[in-house]
């Protein structure tokens, strides 16, 4: 199962896409738009799941495609 994850920046001003925790894809300046793309790209490569993580970097929430 691959595995995308949403996580934020070091300031938390932007939001990366990581595939695989391999260097991020893209930083978006909206969190949600971040999770748009990273349910996009899951839902193109099932089975996946989509790990969104808080400014801690903790698993707020999980999504599997």
Known sequence: MKEFTVAP??????WYVKVEDVAPTDLYKMRSDAVEKAEELAQGDTPSKVLILDE??????????
């Open 56 to 65: 801690k970097h903790e698993v707020e929430e999980e999504r599997k495609f």
């Open 9 to 14: 920046n070091k300031d938390v001003t932007g």
